[in-house]
């Protein structure tokens, strides 16, 4: 890696520590900065010959336990940020922690997003649930109307950033561009290191606790896309 590659994941990654803060809207702006920063090196790279013949690494996130909506949470984040996410499994058991590939920074991205939209999941469910309790009482377990509301919050959380990895796309000629050979390398690179993946589907129950995350989920603060203009300069695509 070369040294301004170091330079932007260490940055990246001193955003991390405010992903921690109980403030969402200090969350926010580290979130907003930390995925601008890398989407512009990301496009300065793509105007840069001969940068890197094979940049793509494997690591392994701890997403912080086995549950299914936060391996949905880390896949949704790392297929808006040119990385894919794969489960971990050892003796046939899901594992807490997820193999990631993609670029260092973008990776770094991915951590960071996932830290930041989890504790806002968390929080959102927690305040949801102390509504939904006044309805339901003890109807209603606690633990399966959270994961559902968290499900739903995901699938808001992912067509968003489709949304905003779409408009990145259309920004710029430059960035169309980077968006396809980005996309070609990461399939060469998920090749190589798990070839012959297989895929899942996972089932939903979209009832009322997965309707209101799906709604909540709408003010979560999300990163705007950048992209340069075609006079060089850079310009904000609103998020």
Request: aromatic share 8%; glycine share 8%; net charge positive.
């Amino acid at each position: 890696m070369t040294p301004e590659s170091d330079r932007v994941v260490e940055r990246i990654r001193k955003l991390l520590a405010l992903s921690a803060s109980s403030n969402p809207n200090e969350a926010a702006l580290a979130a907003e900065k930390a995925v601008e920063l890398a989407q512009r090196y990301n496009l300065d790279l793509a105007q840069i010959d001969g940068v890197g013949s094979d940049p793509y690494v494997e690591r392994t996130c701890d997403v912080g336990g086995a549950s299914q909506w936060r391996w949905l949470l880390m896949s949704a984040v790392a297929r808006a940020n040119f990385c894919r996410a794969l489960r971990r499994r050892e003796g046939g058991r899901l594992l807490a922690g997820m193999f990631v590939v993609g670029e260092r920074h973008n990776i770094a991205v991915c951590e960071f997003l996932f830290a930041y939209l989890a504790r806002e999941i968390e929080r959102l469910a927690g305040n949801g649930w102390r509504r939904a309790r006044l309805v339901y009482g003890e109807h209603v377990e606690v633990r399966s109307w959270k994961n559902d509301f968290r499900r739903g919050a995901i699938a808001t959380i992912d067509a968003r950033l489709r949304e905003r990895s779409q408009l990145f796309a259309e920004g710029s000629v430059q960035a169309e561009a980077l968006v396809l050979l980005k996309d070609a390398a990461l399939l060469d690179a998920l090749d190589r290191f798990h070839p012959n993946v297989p895929t899942t589907t996972v089932r939903v129950r979209a009832g009322a606790a997965y309707q209101q995350g799906q709604w909540a989920a709408r003010d979560i603060a999300l990163q705007r896309a950048v992209a340069h203009t075609s006079a060089g300069g850079q310009r904000m695509l609103r998020s």
